[in-house]
C-alpha cells in the first residue's frame, strides 16, 4: 500500500484523517486524563495537559492553575507534572531543588510511591474503562436476541419475493423445528438439517395463527461485516451485498463462499453481486490471515474480509446494564489477550509480522470502519483503547508499564534508580517506541501492501 492506494481505497484521504484523528484524541484523551485525575486526587499537581504535540493552537489556565492545550500534531498527548522537566516526565531537577519539602509532595517525583504508581497505572486503565464502557453501550443499543427468534426487518435480497414477514416468530424452517439458543450444538444441528436452497417453507406464528411462508435460506451469502485492509474491501463491496456466484456457478449459501475462499489456495476469483437490485461483477484475489485459536496459539487461512448473517434482521430485547458490562469487561479482555498473544506469536516468528499496523493501516482501518456507520466507528475505538491500553503496560522505560517497572524497583530496593541511569534507560525506551512506530509504518507502505 502506498499514500495514492490509500487515497482511492477511500475517495478523500481528508475524511480518513479526520476519522483517525478523531479516533486517536478520543483516546489518548481519556489516557492522559486518567493520569491527571488520579494524580490530583493523590496530591500531585499538573503544569500541562496537552492534547496532541508541537505548536499550541489553543489553550487555557483553569484555577488550579493548570495549562489545558491543544495542540498541532494530533499523535498522542501527555501531562507534564510539576517537577517534570519535559512530556516523557524526566526530572527537572533545577526546579526541584528550589522547592520547599511541602511543594515536592506535590510533584511527580517527590510524591509517596503509592500516588507515583497509581497515577502512572492510571492512563492505561481508563482506556479499559472506555473500551468497556464502549462495549457495553453498543451491546445495549443493539440489543439480544430473546428465547423466541422473531422476524424483525428482512435483508435486501435477489428475486424471488418471500411470503416472510417482520413480526412472524418462527416456529420450523423447512420442517426442522426452531430449537432454542441455549444449546449450541442443537442450534448448529439444526442449522446444518436446513437444504441449501431458496425459496424455503416457514412455520410461523402470525397474529396468533400458525401459518405457512415461503422464505429465503436463513444464512445467505449476505456481506453483514466488512472487515477493513481486506480484500473484499479493496475490491468495492460493501455492507448489504449478496454474492450470488462465485466463477460463474450459482451459490445460495454462506457456507458456499467460505468453502470456496478456504480451499481456493489464494487464486483469484470472480464474485457475482446483488446490490440494491443491481447485478454486479468483482475480482479479488484471497489474502492470508494469521488468527487465534480457542486451544491458544494462531492458524493460517485464507480471507477475503466478510462475515455473513442471517437473512433478516433478529427482533431483539433489552439487555440488563448489569450483563451488558460484563460482557464489556469480556470483551476487553478478549482484546487485551489476543493483542499480548499476537505480538508474542509475531515475535517468536510463528505468524507474519504483517499483522502489525503502523499509523497509515491504523487511520485506513479509522476511515474503513468511519464508513461503515457509527458503530462499526466507535466499537473500533473501544478495541483500539484497549490495544493502546495494554501497549502502554509493556515494561518498556518511556511507557507507562517501564515507570511501574522503576516504581517496583523502588518499593524493593528502597530507592529510585539513579538520574543517570533512568536518562539512559529512557533513551533506550524512547529507541525501541520509535523503532516499533517505524516498523509499523514500513509495513504499513513497503513491506506489506
Given at each position: 500500500?502506498?499514500?495514492?492506494?490509500?487515497?482511492?481505497?477511500?475517495?478523500?484521504?481528508?475524511?480518513?484523517?479526520?476519522?483517525?484523528?478523531?479516533?486517536?484524541s478520543v483516546i489518548v484523551a481519556i489516557h492522559e486524563y486518567g493520569h491527571y485525575i488520579v494524580g490530583r486526587w493523590s496530591g500531585i499537581g499538573a503544569d500541562v495537559f496537552s492534547l496532541g504535540f508541537g505548536p499550541v493552537i489553543w489553550s487555557r489556565f483553569d484555577k488550579r492553575g493548570t495549562k489545558w492545550q491543544i495542540a498541532a500534531l494530533?499523535?498522542?498527548?501527555?501531562?507534564?507534572?510539576?517537577?517534570?522537566?519535559?512530556a516523557a516526565s524526566g526530572k527537572d531537577e533545577g526546579a526541584m531543588a528550589e522547592m520547599s519539602e511541602e511543594d515536592r509532595r506535590h510533584t511527580m517525583h517527590g510524591a509517596p510511591l503509592w500516588a507515583r504508581a497509581a497515577t502512572a497505572a492510571a492512563g492505561p486503565v481508563f482506556n479499559f474503562i472506555l473500551s468497556t464502557a464502549i462495549f457495553a453501550l453498543v451491546f445495549i443499543s443493539r440489543g439480544q436476541i430473546g428465547d423466541d427468534l422473531v422476524v424483525g426487518e428482512l435483508q435486501?435480497?435477489?428475486?424471488?419475493?418471500?411470503?416472510?414477514?417482520?413480526?412472524?416468530?418462527?416456529?420450523?424452517?423447512?420442517?426442522?423445528?426452531?430449537?432454542?439458543?441455549?444449546?449450541?450444538?442443537?442450534?448448529?444441528?439444526?442449522?446444518?438439517?436446513?437444504p441449501l436452497e431458496t425459496p424455503l417453507d416457514y412455520q410461523v406464528m402470525r397474529d396468533g395463527s400458525s401459518v405457512s411462508a415461503s422464505g429465503p435460506y436463513p444464512y445467505p451469502p449476505i456481506v453483514s461485516h466488512l472487515a477493513p485492509q481486506s480484500a473484499a474491501y479493496a475490491a468495492g463491496l460493501e455492507v448489504g451485498d449478496v454474492i450470488t456466484a462465485i466463477d460463474g456457478t450459482r451459490i445460495t449459501?454462506?457456507?458456499?463462499?467460505?468453502?470456496?475462499?478456504?480451499t481456493g489456495e489464494g487464486r483469484a476469483m470472480l464474485l457475482t453481486v446483488w446490490r440494491m437490485g443491481e447485478t454486479l461483477e468483482f475480482t479479488l484475489v484471497p489474502r492470508r490471515m494469521?488468527?487465534?485459536?480457542?486451544?491458544?496459539?494462531?492458524?493460517?487461512?485464507?480471507?477475503?474480509?466478510?462475515?455473513?448473517?442471517?437473512?433478516?434482521?433478529?427482533?431483539?430485547?433489552?439487555?440488563?446494564?448489569?450483563?451488558?458490562?460484563?460482557?464489556?469487561i469480556v470483551q476487553t479482555g478478549r482484546?487485551?489477550?489476543?493483542?499480548?498473544?499476537?505480538?508474542?506469536?509475531?515475535?517468536?516468528?510463528?505468524?507474519?509480522?504483517?499483522?502489525?499496523?503502523?499509523?497509515v493501516g491504523i487511520a485506513q482501518t479509522s476511515g474503513a470502519m468511519a464508513s461503515q456507520g457509527v458503530m462499526s466507528f466507535v466499537w473500533f475505538i473501544g478495541?483500539?483503547?484497549?490495544?493502546?491500553?495494554?501497549?502502554?503496560?509493556?515494561?518498556?522505560?518511556?511507557?507507562d508499564g517501564g515507570h511501574l517497572v522503576f516504581f517496583a524497583y523502588e518499593a524493593v530496593v528502597g530507592r529510585p534508580p539513579s538520574d543517570q541511569a533512568l536518562r539512559?534507560?529512557?533513551?533506550?525506551?524512547?529507541?525501541?517506541?520509535?523503532s516499533l512506530m517505524v516498523f509499523g509504518l514500513l509495513n504499513d507502505t513497503i513491506r506489506c501492501p
Open positions: 500500500m502506498d499514500i495514492f492506494s490509500l487515497i482511492s481505497g477511500f475517495g478523500n484521504v481528508f475524511w480518513v484523517i479526520i476519522a483517525f484523528v478523531v479516533a486517536l494530533p499523535l498522542g498527548g501527555y501531562v507534564k507534572f510539576k517537577g517534570d522537566a519535559n435486501d435480497l435477489p428475486p424471488p419475493a418471500y411470503e416472510l414477514r417482520a413480526g412472524d416468530e418462527i416456529i420450523a424452517i423447512a420442517g426442522q423445528t426452531m430449537p432454542g439458543f441455549g444449546d449450541v450444538q442443537i442450534f448448529n444441528a439444526f442449522s446444518d438439517a436446513i449459501g454462506f457456507s458456499e463462499l467460505k468453502k470456496a475462499v478456504e494469521d488468527e487465534p485459536q480457542a486451544e491458544g496459539g494462531f492458524k493460517t487461512y485464507w480471507r477475503i474480509g466478510i462475515g455473513g448473517g442471517l437473512a433478516f434482521d433478529p427482533a431483539t430485547q433489552s439487555v440488563p446494564a448489569g450483563d451488558a458490562v460484563w460482557r464489556g482484546i487485551i489477550e489476543g493483542s499480548v498473544s499476537g505480538l508474542y506469536h509475531m515475535i517468536t516468528g510463528a505468524i507474519s509480522s504483517c499483522n502489525l499496523s503502523g499509523p478495541v483500539l483503547s484497549a490495544a493502546i491500553g495494554m501497549l502502554n503496560l509493556f515494561p518498556i522505560p518511556m511507557l539512559v534507560l529512557m533513551s533506550i525506551g524512547l529507541f525501541l517506541v520509535l
